[in-house]
């Protein structure tokens, strides 16, 4: 298996404009998580999907930010619009029962 | 809500010796306790974790110890060596896999 992919590795935007993150989960795994990691925050849990139904989004910072998973195989985090303070990296991971299994996440930097 | 702690925020240690490196938790609910190792430029990867029934859990050279009247546990790396050098992060959840609540992160360094 590919393991969790996400997509774009990398993303540099200006303020203002939207950013779509995506990810595609290891197939067979039922839920699924969004993180962002910063330096003074740590990783925190943003959202996450049990069945493509959203669980709990009380992590999202703000409605700038939204999340949608429409099948098992996708799912997007985007955030409209964006700001300097959203610059981090952000980490989809995927799970069956126990074992969170993490992407090598977006690193978002908004100028 | 859940909140986790970890100690040390940095660790260096010579290589072959020990490490260890401790996290509180506050929900004594809490029944899932994972340990992920982070290195540069990639995603959290799973080394070792225990469940609330367990007191210990050894993996090689990776063990954990739980100790949940005092809501700590801690992770035991023996014979270190270079590559162990990364940042570790505890979890705890209520509910095994869903809604991890990492600790801040140990930054461990294993000098050769």
């Known amino acids: 298996d590919a393991g969790v992919i996400q997509s774009p590795r990398h993303e540099v935007t200006e303020m203002g404009q939207e950013v779509t993150l995506r990810c595609k989960p290891i197939?067979?795994?039922?839920?699924l998580f969004w993180y962002r990691q910063t330096m003074m925050r740590g990783l925190e849990l943003l959202i996450y999907?049990?069945?493509?139904?959203?669980?709990?989004d009380s992590g999202m910072p703000e409605d700038r930010f939204s999340a949608k998973m429409p099948n098992a195989s996708f799912s997007t985090l985007k955030i409209q619009p964006s700001e300097p303070r959203d610059s981090a990296v952000y980490f989809c991971?995927?799970?069956?029962?126990?074992?969170?299994?993490f992407g090598p996440g977006t690193r978002l930097t908004v100028l | 809500g859940e909140n986790v702690e970890q100690h040390p925020s940095t660790l260096s240690v010579q290589e072959g010796d020990s490490a260890v490196i401790k996290c509180t938790y506050s929900?004594?609910?809490?029944?899932?306790f994972p340990w992920y190792k982070q290195e540069l430029g990639k995603g959290p990867q799973l080394i070792i974790d225990?469940?609330?029934?367990?007191g210990e859990k050894k993996d090689q050279r990776i063990a954990v110890t739980l100790n949940k009247t005092a809501k700590h546990f801690s992770l035991h790396i023996t014979e270190t060596q270079p590559e162990d050098s990364a940042v570790y992060f505890c979890?705890?959840?209520?509910?095994?896999?869903?809604?991890?609540?990492f600790g801040p992160g140990t930054r461990l360094s294993v000098l050769p």
């Open positions: 991971a995927s799970s069956t029962v126990d074992e969170q299994f």
């Open positions: 197939s067979g795994h039922n839920s």
């Open positions: 999907f049990n069945n493509n139904v959203p669980i709990d």
């Open positions: 929900d004594s609910a809490s029944n899932y």
């Open positions: 225990i469940r609330s029934n367990v």
């Open positions: 979890a705890a959840s209520i509910d095994y896999g869903q809604n991890f609540v």
